[in-house]
T-cell receptor
Framework: DTAVSQTPKYLVTQMGNDKSIKCEQN?????MYWYKQDSKKFLKIMFS???????INETVPNRFSPKSPDKAHLNLHINSLELGDSAVYFC???????????FGPGTRLTVL | DQQVKQNSPSLSVQEGRISILNCDYT??????FLWYKKYPAEGPTFLIS?????DKNEDGRFTVFLNKSAKHLSLHIVPSQPGDSAVYFC???????????FGTGTRLKVLA
């Protein structure tokens, strides 16, 4: 039973398109995150939601819009995709913070 | 400005010997530290954590040491096994936040 799942696992798209990545956790956690791992393998936090409320927004372009319909889901919508958005995006969850984060398998986004 | 640094990009160790992975940080507000292991095409997996009120935490073959005065932590794996071959990330969280800062990772290779 997958604790944190993401769909899709791979996403290839053209510049200028809009795409979404979905994340679900079945751990009953109250906090969810989105991370970006760039080509240099640097894992950087983008957003954090606690009980469906945005609590961290790390200077991410407003083309990126997270949405948390409930505590178990945190989706990431990206408008007007750019080449520099190509990366692996990881979703994670934790019960409060600081605490252990559990990561999803990642979504590899390639923008052509 | 890289607040969490893993200065060794790679490390090779013989099976059965000790692996020591190092991590340095600059922000004295960090008070919770974690180590993650990552296999290719998977999300990071939690290994062990330590709070700043401790200087050592042990879990099976894994021990984390924290030296607050030196702003340094290390992960010891004893004995090392081929299955430990992966990229290891340290992460730190400032007091009272939901933010986690990750290092750039160290690739460990355990030779059989």
């Amino acid at each position: 039973d997958t604790a944190v799942s993401q769909t899709p696992k791979y996403l290839v798209t053209q510049m200028g398109n809009d795409k979404s990545i979905k994340c679900e956790q079945n751990l009953g956690h109250d906090t969810m995150y989105w991370y970006k791992q760039d080509s240099k393998k640097f894992l950087k936090i983008m957003f954090s939601y606690n009980n469906k409320e945005l609590i961290i927004n790390e200077t991410v372009p407003n083309r990126f819009s997270p949405k948390s319909p409930d505590k178990a889901h945190l989706n990431l919508h990206i408008n007007s995709l750019e080449l520099g958005d190509s990366a692996v995006y990881f979703c994670a969850s934790s019960q409060g913070a600081p605490n252990t984060q559990y990561f999803g398998p990642g979504t590899r986004l390639t923008v052509l | 400005d890289q607040q969490v640094k893993q200065n060794s990009p790679s490390l090779s160790v013989q099976e059965g010997r000790i692996s020591i992975l190092n991590c340095d940080y600059t922000n004295s507000m960090f008070d919770y530290f974690l180590w993650y292991k990552k296999y290719p095409a998977e999300g990071p997996t939690f290994l062990i954590s330590i709070s700043s009120i401790k200087d050592k935490n042990e879990d099976g073959r894994f021990t984390v040491f924290l030296n607050k005065s030196a702003k340094h932590l290390s992960l010891h794996i004893v004995p090392s096994q081929p299955g430990d071959s992966a990229v290891y990330f340290c992460a730190a969280s400032p007091s009272g936040t939901y933010k986690y800062i990750f290092g750039t990772g160290t690739r460990l290779k355990v030779l059989a």
